[in-house]
């Protein structure tokens, strides 16, 4: 199993900037892909971006490319989500999830992600 504990959300203020972080524990050799998405009130949960373990490739949302991005740090076991002008609509709750190795990788479809956090609140005020 893998164990998922994110921290790092709150109030902002328009045009302002977070880092959430994702710290990851137990089977972490098992882990593909951090993925980071997020649910907005009365809304489907969206992907928002990834990242591959091995070789912190990442991916995003086109909508977010140039203010968010994901790294990880490689002394540990966390991943970081900066976000960067951030806008109302951006409220939400966000959430980290691992992707394990399996048959086949898709680090972009939520249905391939095994473990999830317990998510963290983002409120962005106008």
């Known amino acids: 199993q893998v164990q998922l504990v994110e921290s790092g959300g709150g109030l902002v203020q328009a045009g302002g900037s977070l880092r959430l972080s994702c710290t990851a524990s137990?089977?972490?050799?098992?882990?593909?892909?951090v993925g980071w998405f997020r649910q907005a009130p009365g809304k489907e949960r969206e992907f928002v971006g990834a990242?591959?373990?091995?070789?912190?490739?990442?991916y995003y949302a086109d909508s977010l490319k140039g203010r968010f991005a994901i790294s990880k740090d490689n002394a540990g076991n966390t991943v970081y989500l900066q976000m960067n002008s951030l806008k109302p609509e951006e409220t939400a709750v966000y959430y980290c999830?691992?992707?394990?190795?399996?048959?086949?990788?898709?680090?972009?479809?939520?249905?391939?992600?095994?473990?999830w956090g317990q998510g963290t609140q983002v409120t962005v005020s106008s």
């Open positions: 999830a691992a992707h394990l190795y399996k048959s086949k990788e898709d680090p972009l479809s939520e249905s391939h992600y095994d473990y």
């Open positions: 137990g089977r972490i050799p098992d882990i593909y892909a």
């Open positions: 990242l591959i373990w091995f070789s912190s490739t990442t």
